[in-house]
């Protein structure tokens, strides 16, 4: 009896396959079998005409995960912390499960570093987290490499600024006259274009070293406030109000606040030498007015 080849190939588990899970679909499934893990069976179609076999599960609830237990030897983990608390149970409760010598990617972020004062880093910064969002990656970091040591697993964390794509650019916020900083003010942010990322998740998991940080970013260095002329411009739209950090207070939620307080450029020569990505976006402008063309 001949077996199918689809059970030849190997295995690969996705969760949090969101909009760039669903982008890095069409980059593996020719050399995997994937099963995508969600937690709302309204997916499930979507999932399987993308390619992927759909598995209902919640990080949530460590009791549903059983059925991922020996699933696949391949994992990429994009699923988000928790909204709260210190530490990132999801991550704990899916290392509860993961197989031993398995080979990973994890999506973490940027802001792992905190306010580098813009200066220009690489993967060998001190990790120095401002706020319980990237405390709660931290941890899941943590957690991740201790389960990569004492399980003998091939791990990579791609820690990810700012996602942008088509529908993933800051038209709302121009049209309300968001304010941002002054340019004495303004803070160095980061970039990657969601097709660039998922190229990125790709070429890790074959290319990674073990235990290796990768920043999956493009080559941009562009403060806040010019990206956000940069988008109104390329879409005929106002620029936004520039005020001082002072009244910035007043105008915009906590959250974003402390992403307009945290500056730094990211060097992404590690992810060109050792991973062989050719950024396809490169840079924001360009990309940008790309964009803008496509009705």
């Given at each position: ?117 813009g200066a220009l880093i690489d993967e ?79 070429l890790a998991l074959y290319r990674t ?51 307009m307080s945290e500056s730094r450029r ?30």
């Amino acid at each position: 009896m001949t077996i199918s080849s689809s059970f030849q190939r190997p295995r690969l588990l996705i969760l949090g396959c969101g909009d760039v899970g669903m982008r890095l679909l069409p980059l593996v499934r020719a050399r995997f079998r994937v099963f995508a893990v969600t937690s709302n069976a309204e997916r499930c179609a979507e999932l399987r005409a993308a390619g992927a076999v759909p598995v209902i599960a919640d990080l949530d609830r460590p009791a549903s995960l059983k059925r991922l237990a020996g699933l696949a030897d391949w994992v990429v983990h994009m699923a988000p912390p928790p909204s709260e608390g210190g530490i990132d149970t999801r991550t704990r409760n899916l290392c509860a499960v993961l197989p031993a010598g398995a080979r990973m990617v994890y999506i973490s972020t940027t802001g792992v570093y905190g306010d580098c004062g813009g200066a220009l880093i690489d993967e060998t910064r001190t990790v120095a987290p401002r706020n319980a969002r990237a405390q709660r990656r931290v941890d899941a970091e943590r957690v991740l490499r201790a389960w990569a040591t004492r399980s003998g697993a091939r791990l990579a964390i791609l820690r990810v600024p700012g996602i942008y794509a088509r529908d993933r650019l800051p038209l709302r916020r121009l049209e309300q006259g968001t304010p941002a900083l002054l340019a004495a003010e303004d803070v160095f942010t980061n970039h990657i274009h969601a097709d660039d990322l998922a190229r990125i998740v790709a070429l890790a998991l074959y290319r990674t070293l073990p235990g290796r940080i990768y920043h999956a970013v493009d080559d941009t260095h562009m403060k806040m406030a010019d990206y956000f002329d940069t988008v109104a411009d390329a879409f005929g739209m106002a620029r936004p109000p520039r005020v001082a950090r002072s009244q910035l207070v007043a105008s915009v939620s906590p959250m974003l606040l402390s992403f307009m307080s945290e500056s730094r450029r990211m060097s992404n020569r590690r992810i060109k030498e050792e991973l062989g990505v050719r950024l396809r976006h490169p840079q924001v402008g360009p990309a940008v007015a790309a964009m803008a063309l496509v009705k």
